[in-house]
């Protein structure tokens, strides 16, 4: 059997053996468990303790027409639906349960992230409680998953700056890419994932080239940190800005209107007093 198939189906909490039994009863439904034991090569008792537990999950059913119960897993797509329903209730119920507790007061620090789902996930967390401004430095592969959350910031009317690696595409932001950005993809062993938000937080992730490792990755809540990352991003997007333009030989007034109006667009939307002032706070 496929190890990365059973590896799978373990993420969802299968032992190694009921994966094994399900991807038996995938490629032959409707059997005994007499006849599953022979399949996979493993003792009758222990197999048909395994097919009891799926019964129980939920991820198999058992035709009882026959003179010996024969057992037929569900689709793959319709026992992921029933988990991911569950999830639902039970987040809903545990989200309830602890509300009344209230949130957790977090200290200013530097937080480390360790895994990719952790990064997306603080990402969205970011962008949705974004005030005003969302600066991203990020090659492509992030994007998919933080689309959405980045569109409805900008139909809030929070001001989106990405630094794109790939002439990435999104209706109401302001994009910075130059021509020849594939060049980054050979002269470094991974790409990253950088993001500011209100010069309030900052998140920093460097991804291996295997895109799912996560060689480096903090966020930090620190203002003064989040003010240097904020200005730091400002500059460099206004000097891309110029770049592009000088590559394209555009006219030196053009440059000077267009510098004028990233200026001023950071200066409508910037916060950083209040945000570093809140530094003293503490």
């Known amino acids: 059997m496929n190890e990365t198939e059973i590896s799978l189906l373990m993420d969802l909490g299968f032992t190694n053996l009921e994966a094994m039994i399900y991807i038996a009863l995938l490629k032959e439904p409707n059997i005994t468990g007499y ?4 399949v996979i090569g493993k003792p009758v008792p222990n197999t048909y303790k395994a097919l009891e537990s799926l019964q129980n999950k939920g991820a198999i059913v058992t035709d009882q027409t026959q003179k010996s119960k024969a057992y037929t897993p569900l689709p793959i797509t319709e026992y992921l639906d029933q988990l991911e329903q569950g999830f639902h209730q039970k ?8 509300e009344k507790i209230g949130e957790p007061d977090i200290d200013y620090g530097i937080f480390k992230l360790d895994s990719l789902e952790q990064v997306i996930t603080r990402t969205r967390t970011m962008i949705d409680g974004a005030q005003n401004t969302i600066f991203i430095d990020s ?4 994007f998919p998953q933080i689309r959405e959350s980045l569109q409805r910031a900008i139909s809030e009317g929070k001001l989106v700056w990405i630094r794109s690696y790939d002439s990435y595409e999104l209706a109401g932001a302001e994009v910075f890419c130059l021509e020849d950005e594939q060049r980054y ?3 470094y062993p991974g790409t990253w994932h950088n993001i500011v938000v209100d010069s309030k937080q900052y998140l ?8 799912e490792e996560v060689v480096e990755a903090f966020w930090t809540n620190n203002p003064y940190l989040g003010l240097t990352a904020f200005n730091s991003s400002v500059q460099e997007f206004q ?3 110029l770049i592009e333009m000088l590559l394209k030989e555009e006219p030196h007034e053009k440059m000077k209107m267009e510098l004028a109006r990233l200026h001023k667009l950071v200066s409508d939307n910037n916060r950083t007093k209040e ?6 706070k503490k």
């Open 185 to 187: 993809t050979e002269l």
């Open 35 to 38: 006849r599953v034991s022979k």
């Open 204 to 211: 920093m992730c460097f991804l291996g080239k295997k895109r």
């Open 239 to 241: 000097v891309i800005r």
């Open 139 to 142: 090659f492509p592969s992030p």
């Open 275 to 280: 945000f570093f002032s809140s530094l003293f």
């Open 91 to 98: 987040r809903k119920k545990v989200e309830k349960a602890l």
